[in-house]
């Protein structure tokens, strides 16, 4: 069968980041008095960006960008790719795969390389796009960069916002129980427990 270009989620997906970025954001929350499970919530498939709207319209965004960098710099030692992340990446062909994320582009290139993990050459980030998941954008752009038919394409995802995206995008939607439950997930076309499965089930090998 003609394997599907696909469209890789990376927090979640094909990085661990999920434990680091809730302390950021639970540490975030107590240093501007609201309530950090509400804030938690609010970041789910969300870039920066739109959860500094939602959760704190009131405050400098700058200000907040700034002492987000400074926590989240002191957790990037924690962060590390999920098991066979590598390998499986490395078994797609150059040209075949991006990854789309809410994260900001120089802060996604430098966590893939330092995880071990390729880096590809196209990669659609917070700033590349003007509505962040659960908008369509962020895939429809991918798509476009790869010569890709969005409906030839496979979405990898880990949360609601993002499956939303990639059904959006008119893609066909594999989901990982890495951040949420297959119930939270039941939008996608297909739930697996891992990266590894998802992968091989559109392929028939990974």
């Known amino acids: 069968m003609t394997e599907p270009v696909f469209l890789f989620d990376v927090d979640g997906v094909l990085i661990d980041s999920g434990a680091a ?14 309530d950090p499970g509400s804030v938690w919530g609010a970041t789910q498939g969300r870039r920066r960006v739109d959860t500094l709207r939602l959760v704190a319209p009131h405050l400098d965004p700058a200000e907040e960008h700034a002492l ?3 926590l ?12 066979g992340a ?3 990446l490395r ?8 990854v ?6 120089e ?14 050459a196209v990669r659609v980030c917070a700033e590349d796009v003007t509505e962040g998941k659960p908008s369509p954008e962020g895939y429809l752009t991918a798509a476009t960069r790869l010569g890709a038919d969005p409906r030839h394409c496979l979405v990898v995802e880990d949360s609601p916002a993002g499956v939303a995206a990639g059904r959006a995008a008119g893609c066909t939607v594999h989901a990982v129980t890495t951040t949420h439950t297959a119930g939270q997930l039941a939008r996608a076309h297909a739930v697996f427990p ?11 090998h990974g």
């Open 21 to 34: 970025h809730r302390r950021v954001w639970a540490a975030w929350a107590d240093a501007r008095g609201l």
């Open 100 to 105: 789309v994320t809410s994260s900001r582009g």
């Open 72 to 83: 989240m710099a002191a957790e990037e030692h924690t962060v590390r790719a999920y098991d």
């Open 86 to 88: 590598g390998e499986v």
């Open 91 to 98: 078994g797609l062909a150059a040209g075949a795969w991006a």
């Open 107 to 120: 802060a996604t290139r430098r966590r893939l390389a330092a995880s071990g993990l390729p880096v590809p």
């Open 68 to 70: 987000l960098n400074r």
């Open 194 to 204: 891992s990266l590894r499965a998802a992968v091989r089930a559109a392929t028939g």
